[in-house]
């Protein structure tokens, strides 16, 4: 059971790694980098601004379809059942 725990612990410490360093960088990018002179050396580690809006949009018409497509799963299964 120690060892369960201390694996759970770990990757709960990678997903709030990889949490913070995403939400960082996206915050650096959309908030600081438009005022930084364009020919600056940063702007080599990061995507055109476009797609600060493009890839979050993206991602969250990705997880509605996901989600649609769950519970509408799960609806004809529990009709199903009943039937």
Same mark, same amino acid.
């Given at each position: 059971m120690i060892v369960l725990l201390g694996v759970v612990s770990l990757i709960l410490m990678h997903e709030m790694r990889i949490g913070i360093s995403?939400?960082?960088y996206y915050t650096f990018w959309v908030?600081? &980098?438009p005022f930084v002179d364009s020919d600056h050396f940063v702007h080599q580690y990061f995507l055109?601004?476009?797609y600060a809006i493009l890839v979050?949009?993206?991602a969250g018409v990705a997880l509605l379809?996901? &989600?649609?497509v769950f519970v509408g799963f799960?609806?004809?299964k529990s009709k199903k059942k009943k039937a």
């Open positions: 995403t939400f960082t908030i600081i &980098l055109p601004q476009e979050p949009v993206f379809c996901f &989600l649609c799960v609806m004809l």
